[in-house]
């Protein structure tokens, strides 16, 4: 059945080319996403990539540099980058004159009012209405989406005039911030065309659920979009971007599968321009001069539940023996064969301010030291346990073992690290009892606090990782219960993103190192890999920089296409 499926999206894909198949002469990157359910900007949330909905302007892009060395934000809508005169409360945004969508409509400070207004309304309940008051906190934005304020003229979002826009914010922010936050994720929609597709009571709209409802006003414009199928796109000739000569390519042709044998297929055959390898295609490729490692902002690893019905979890010698003997290494290098081993919680991609040209966290002191007190250690780890098992009574200890259902590399972890884990105690001593859960009930009970230890991942942004350590404070919304509540953690990280440290990077760095050191020196959490995947490109395609930059990556659709027919 796969090998049937796999073949009809073949010949699919080679129709959407317009020509045979592995026969892509044309200037059009062929690419994979998963099937996504609306286009609408608001309820979008399956990727934190800039280019999540490229047909949909925005103010800021990020961009790699025209010379493939560095990360650049490059207006888009924007006129210039948005500025702040006040040690970054309040932030001007001035929008270039003349924008519009595709059928003509002008887009203008009004526009992305309304949009912004739509966004954060409480009777939509948007998935995107976090994206205006976190981490960047527009003022009384989030009160107005709860409802505790109605008039919107209290929220911090003013039109100073038909181009010009005022974001007034309840804490300072960096411009970097701003930029990855308010700039990426508003995008404007059409006034006229939302309201028209809006329910009675105004608690949804069909805006952005098929192409005619999903105008285009960005980079690309969307052409076609078969629900569960593919989308294309086009350049946009009057984006400032396209115009600007960010791009060389034609469009794009985007197929929806999430099937990795499928996607393989499909690479192989000539009819995908990228394909991420698995395990056994990187022990054969890893060489190949077309692989490209991919650095992932967010480490994976177990949540540990202090606090967990089974009281042995309660002992701290225990935890830090099942952090010492953690199998990092045979995880991320024997199942995964191509993920980096991880002995702490903010992943090498990385990106902070110095105060001078800025630099990845990991390359710090600081940072360093970190990873070399965490590292695996078996024979520290049997003398914890030696220390917990003595101070349990002497008697066998057993802990349960969260990992996903229906992921076969998954189930190959878990066995991993019940032989290390016994191995290394005694299985007289010791019992990892393993526990297969679907992902998604798997988070509820951490949530719960119904487990021992559960794999998992905390989401962490690329730029700002001081507010990535939000969901370790003591009152979270969205917490896991780990058992890990502490004073010194709480503020350290409110003053990183709101207080008296906001300005001062290296008190920042420092501040990130000792919540690190407090996370793991209690073991809420035990950091084994980064999920660095490697995608190998079509021969034909030249990417604008061979660097993996932090934000753009290597920067995949401001590529070139060599001897493109046309």
């Given at each position: 059945m796969?090998?049937?499926?796999?073949?009809?999206?073949?010949?699919?894909?080679?129709?959407?080319?317009?020509?045979?198949?592995?026969?892509?002469?044309?200037?059009?990157?062929?690419?994979?996403?998963?099937?996504?359910?609306?286009?609408?900007?608001?309820?979008?949330?399956?990727?934190?990539?800039?280019?999540?909905?490229?047909?949909?302007?925005?103010?800021?892009?990020?961009?790699?540099?025209?010379?493939?060395?560095?990360?650049?934000?490059?207006?888009?809508?924007?006129?210039?980058?948005?500025?702040?005169?006040?040690?970054?409360?309040?932030?001007?945004?001035?929008?270039?004159?003349?924008?519009?969508?595709?059928?003509?409509?002008?887009?203008?400070?009004?526009?992305?009012?309304?949009?912004?207004?739509?966004?954060?309304?409480?009777?939509?309940?948007?998935?995107?209405?976090?994206?205006?008051?976190?981490?960047?906190?527009?003022?009384?934005?989030?009160?107005?989406?709860?409802?505790?304020?109605?008039?919107?003229?209290?929220?911090?979002?003013?039109?100073?005039?038909?181009?010009?826009?005022?974001?007034?914010?309840?804490?300072?922010?960096?411009?970097?911030?701003?930029?990855?936050?308010i700039c990426q994720y508003v995008n404007?929609?059409?006034?006229?065309?939302?309201?028209?597709?809006?329910?009675?009571?105004?608690?949804?709209?069909?805006?952005?659920?098929?192409?005619?409802?999903?105008?285009?006003?960005?980079?690309?414009?969307?052409?076609?979009?078969?629900?569960?199928?593919?989308?294309?796109?086009?350049?946009?000739?009057?984006?400032?971007?396209?115009?600007?000569?960010?791009?060389?390519?034609?469009?794009?042709?985007?197929?929806?599968?999430?099937?990795?044998?499928?996607?393989?297929?499909?690479?192989?055959?000539?009819?995908?321009?990228?394909?991420?390898?698995?395990?056994?295609?990187?022990?054969?490729?890893?060489?190949?001069?077309?692989?490209?490692?991919?650095?992932?902002?967010?480490?994976?690893?177990?949540?540990?539940?202090?606090?967990?019905?089974?009281?042995?979890?309660?002992?701290?010698?225990?935890?830090?023996?099942?952090?010492?003997?953690?199998?990092?290494?045979?995880?991320?290098?024997?199942?995964y064969k191509m993920y980096t081993a991880a002995s702490y919680m903010v992943a090498e991609s990385i990106f902070v301010d110095d105060g001078e040209d800025g630099t990845i966290y990991r390359k710090t002191e600081e940072a360093e030291k970190i990873k070399e007190k965490f590292a695996t250690n078996r024979e520290l780890a049997l003398e914890y346990f030696d220390k917990a098992y003595e101070a349990l009574g002497g008697k066998k200890i057993t802990v349960g073992y969260i990992y996903f259902d229906e992921q076969e590399d998954q189930k190959r972890t878990a066995e991993v690290a019940k032989e290390i884990y016994e191995g290394l105690f005694g299985t007289d001593r010791f019992e990892l009892k393993l526990e297969a859960v679907l992902p998604t009930a798997a988070y509820d009970r951490y949530r719960a606090g119904t487990y021992d230890m559960g794999i998992g991942v905390r989401l962490c942004s690329p730029f700002n990782p001081y507010t990535s350590m939000a969901p370790w404070t003591t009152d979270y919304a969205d917490k896991y219960i780990t058992g890990f509540d502490n004073e010194e953690f709480d503020k350290l990280q409110y003053d990183c993103v709101y207080g008296e440290l906001l300005n001062d990077p290296k008190a920042k760095i420092a501040a990130l190192n000792r919540m690190e050191e407090l996370l793991l020196g209690e073991v809420a959490f035990i950091p084994l890999m980064q999920n660095d995947n490697s995608v190998i490109y079509n021969e034909r395609i030249w990417l604008p920089t061979e660097e993996f930059l932090t934000g753009v990556g290597y920067g995949w659709q401001q590529s070139t296409i060599e001897n493109p027919a046309n």
């Open positions: 796969k090998k049937l499926l796999a073949l009809v999206l073949v010949m699919a894909f080679a129709l959407i080319a317009g020509g045979a198949v592995a026969d892509h002469t044309d200037n059009i990157l062929y690419s994979w996403t998963t099937s996504p359910k609306t286009q609408n900007p608001h309820m979008y949330t399956s990727t934190t990539s800039s280019s999540r909905l490229p047909h949909l302007g925005t103010f800021v892009r990020q961009m790699v540099s025209k010379d493939g060395t560095q990360l650049e934000f490059v207006p888009e809508h924007a006129a210039e980058l948005p500025t702040s005169e006040d040690g970054g409360l309040t932030w001007i945004v001035k929008l270039r004159e003349g924008l519009k969508c595709t059928d003509g409509t002008p887009i203008d400070a009004y526009t992305y009012e309304y949009s912004i207004k739509m966004q954060i309304d409480p009777k939509l309940a948007n998935t995107g209405a976090t994206y205006v008051f976190d981490p960047v906190v527009v003022k009384n934005a989030k009160e107005y989406f709860q409802g505790k304020v109605t008039d919107w003229s209290e929220v911090g979002v003013k039109v100073l005039d038909q181009y010009t826009l005022e974001f007034d914010l309840e804490y300072p922010c960096t411009d970097i911030d701003f930029y990855t936050t404007p929609v059409k006034e006229d065309l939302y309201e028209s597709l809006m329910n009675a009571d105004r608690t949804s709209t069909t805006y952005g659920t098929t192409l005619e409802t999903s105008p285009s006003c960005g980079y690309y414009i969307m052409t076609e979009w078969v629900i569960d199928g593919y989308q294309m796109f086009v350049l946009n000739p009057d984006d400032p971007l396209v115009q600007d000569g960010w791009f060389s390519v034609d469009g794009e042709h985007m197929l929806f599968t999430s099937s990795q044998s499928t996607r393989s297929e499909l690479f192989w055959s000539g009819e995908l321009d990228q394909h991420t390898l698995t395990g056994t295609e990187y022990d054969q490729y890893k060489d190949d001069p077309r692989v490209h490692k991919n650095m992932t902002a967010s480490v994976w690893g177990l949540f540990v539940n202090s606090t967990s019905s089974n009281t042995a979890m309660a002992n701290k010698d225990l935890r830090l023996a099942l952090q010492y003997a953690a199998p990092r290494e045979e995880m991320a290098y024997d199942v």
